[in-house]
């Protein structure tokens, strides 16, 4: 070995490293086996798109939202960490941390993708993004109403220092 390629090569590491660590949240990927009944599931963040609307008028989230049971069930539900999901959060078109989590477990209630809804917040209402997946009005307002209700249960249950299931 040439002794200016252990230099060059320790170089190339470190630049490799940075770029990686500067460009993480431009190309966000989180990955999470779901094991909930007899399906699993991939959550995968799309990529920070320059294009899509600034996500500055949302509010940033706060430790009370952190520490709530609405935030432990979707950890519990995707499997990743608290990094992921408030990256997952930031990116997305939720207006705040109640839209998102409704928006979250609504659209794993129905099997949709929840990247795919979270991102379509960006334009629509998420009635709106329901409805344009073909679900009638009555099934939507259900839906909406069983996700309220699951993430009220879960902030009580986490409030009264149980777990949340």
Known sequence: MKKGSVGTMHRKL?????????????SASVQAQVTDGDHSGLIRLAAFSLSSPLADKK??????EVNSGAFQKILLITGVGQVQIGTLYATS????????????????????DPQLVLRALWDQSLKDILQDFSFPEDQ???ALRIAKDQLDYANKEWQAGRPIQ
């Not at 990686?20 to 431009?26: C, E, H, N, S």
């Not at 839209?99 to 099997?111: G, I, Y």
């Open 14 to 26: 470190l630049l490799g490293s940075a770029l990686t660590v500067l460009l993480a949240p431009f």
């Open 59 to 64: 509010k940033p989230l706060t430790w009370k």
């Open 93 to 112: 078109g939720a207006k705040d941390f109640n839209e998102f989590a409704l928006a979250f477990v609504v659209s794993r209630n129905l099997r949709l």
């Open 140 to 142: 939507v307002n259900r």
